[in-house]
């Protein structure tokens, strides 16, 4: 049997560094960035205006400096 994991196909950020996250299989989901900010290269997105640029990036997501979450993590930890 093969898992195919489900792929982000929208994201909007919303209050609180707070994702929502559409993803194919048609669940919308929220992300939690804030226990990121804390790392490089995420601390630069405390900066509201970097962290609003965030897009899709292949499975997951992605922000123009380059941040990015894993595909697995992005979907499993997301509520």
């Known amino acids: 049997m093969i898992f195919l994991r489900p792929k982000a196909i ?4 919303i209050e609180d ?3 929502e996250i559409t993803f ?4 919308r989901k ?3 960035v804030k226990p990121y900010l804390k790392f490089k290269p995420f601390s630069e997105l405390e ?5 609003k640029k965030v ?8 922000w123009e400096n380059g941040a990015d979450i894993c595909p697995d993590e992005l979907y499993n930890n997301s509520k």
Not at 10 to 13: E, G, I
Not at 24 to 27: A, D, H
Not at 55 to 62: F, N, Q, R, T, Y
Request: hydrophobic letters at 35%; charged letters at 35%; zero cysteines.
């Open 47 to 51: 900066d509201v205006k970097k962290f």
């Open 55 to 62: 897009k899709i990036a292949g499975l997951s997501i992605e």
């Open 24 to 27: 194919n299989n048609g669940e």
């Open 30 to 32: 929220k992300f939690d």
């Open 17 to 19: 560094y707070v994702l």
């Open 10 to 13: 929208d994201v909007k950020p």
